[in-house]
């Protein structure tokens, strides 16, 4: 059963089920009604006969007068303590006269009221006292009452069925109404899996839960496009990245298979070139597995870090991988909200970088103040035509092409700022050197 079929039958059951209820409270409401009249007509008659109606045993059958204004008289026949029914004729029906009877006679019991069945009709019995000793039975024929509550459960019946069939009708046009925008994303989502296009977008109005699942996958189609397009960028940089260094070490791999007229010489300088391409091909497929690794850990959950502490342990780490710089770390406390990962890759590319720019025996000055963190070199510093390409992915300055790396580097800590809701920027540094400056939100 499809989900709209199973809706409208929700529906229909929760309507049925809801008609049903008000039909019966209504044929309740109704019955206590009649009935309720009818008692009370019975004890009209009671009080009128207690008052103007004195019994006077062996005095004969006793005849009950006209009731009032030609009211409903109904049926009277008294009962004594002693068991003695007297009615207005012999030829009269009885009316079932027991020890509860006896005991209202005696006044030990209180008047009831009961139904019962005479000469195959159904009817409505008072029994109360009418004197010390006597009590008196007025039955009311409950016909027209019995008549009139079964014309009303056949139209209860009616209604019910009716407005059930009803019920089923507008809910299955309401829930096809309903059900329009996800069929609309449905129909879109099995769109974009056959064409791969995810330029496309689900038109989202208004500010219900329907409109909010519209908006959450258009949200996710966006998230899709930036991450293939990234992905394809990716792809198309690394491997226009690739394409120089292979093309040199196959070039070079194939002289040395020749061998022929090479010096020792020449071979050695072509064996030190394969071994440097080799070592630029590694570094650059690690920053594109670093990378790509960056953008997996961004669904990783934030937690409270103290990059205070994070950075004191980069600069350790780094220190022992340059021993010819002298790092300085200057830090406050500070925690922000992060991936513990992502963010110490970030600073131990910022502090790699710093080194590597850096002079025999330079300082590299770290610095963590108020969610922010300073890397400070006293290198050549940054050429002014480079700053603002520094942190793009395999861009590399004329002057670090001798030096190693992959150009990825700078790339990553621009990519861990974004997923932090922070910023990277980089500027001359005060007396020489460079300033790369790490904001996280």
């Known amino acids: 059963m499809s989900f709209r079929a199973r809706l409208t039958v929700a529906s229909a059951v929760a309507v049925a089920i809801a008609i049903a209820a008000a039909c019966f409270a209504a044929y309740f409401v109704v019955r206590g009604e009649l009935r309720g009249q009818v008692d009370r007509e019975l004890r009209a008659r009671q009080a009128q006969l207690t008052r103007v109606f004195p019994f006077r045993p062996g005095g004969g059958p006793p005849t009950p007068p006209e009731p009032l204004f030609g009211g409903a ?16 004729a ?7 006269a027991g020890r509860s009877e006896r005991e209202v006679a005696a006044g030990t019991r209180s008047s009831f009221l009961s139904d019962t069945a005479l000469a195959n009709t159904h009817v409505r019995v008072l029994t109360a006292q009418l004197e010390p000793g006597v009590a008196i039975q007025i039955a009311r024929p409950l016909g027209e009452v019995d008549r009139t509550l079964h014309r009303l459960r056949i139209i209860l019946l009616l209604i019910g069925a009716g407005g059930i069939g ?24 099995a769109e974009v899996a056959r064409t791969r296009d995810l330029t496309q977008r689900v038109a989202a109005g208004g500010r219900d839960e329907l409109a909010t699942l519209a908006t959450s996958f258009n949200t ?46 020449a071979t050695e300088r072509l064996l030190a070139d394969v071994v440097a391409q080799t070592e630029e091909l590694t570094a650059l497929v690690t920053g594109v597995v670093e990378l790509a690794r ?30 010819q710089v002298r790092f300085q770390l200057e830090a406050e406390p500070s925690v922000v909200r992060g991936v513990p990962r992502q963010l110490d890759r970030a600073i131990g590319n910022l502090l790699d970088n710093a080194a590597k720019w850096s002079p025999p025996d330079g300082v590299v000055e770290v610095g963590v103040h108020d969610h922010e963190l300073t890397v400070r070199d006293h290198g050549p510093g940054i050429a002014e035509e480079d700053l603002p390409f520094v942190f793009d992915r395999f861009y590399r300055a004329p002057s670090a092409r001798g030096l190693p790396g992959s150009g990825l580097g700078l790339a990553i800590v621009r990519r861990v700022a974004e997923q932090h809701g922070g910023s990277v920027s980089a500027e001359h540094a005060e007396g020489g050197g460079a300033s790369l400056r790490l904001k996280l939100g």
């Open 90 to 96: 012999e030829e009269a029906v009885p009316i079932p």
């Open 220 to 265: 996710m189609l966006e998230a899709l496009e930036e991450s293939v397009g990234a992905q394809r960028r990716l792809v198309a940089d690394a491997s226009h990245e690739l394409r120089t260094p292979l093309t040199s070490l196959r070039t070079n791999i194939e002289v040395l298979a020749r061998g022929e007229g090479l010096s020792a010489e």
């Open 73 to 88: 008289g109904g049926y009277t026949q008294f009962v004594t303590a002693q068991g003695l029914v007297l009615r207005p």
């Open 166 to 189: 009803l019920a089923a009708a507008l809910g299955a046009g309401v829930t096809r109404a309903a059900l329009r925008p996800v069929r609309q994303l449905s129909d879109m989502a």
């Open 294 to 323: 960056t953008q997996e850990e961004a669904a990783e959950p934030p937690e409270d870090v103290r990059l205070d502490l994070l950075a004191g342990e980069a600069v350790e780490r780094a220190q022992r991988n340059a021993p």
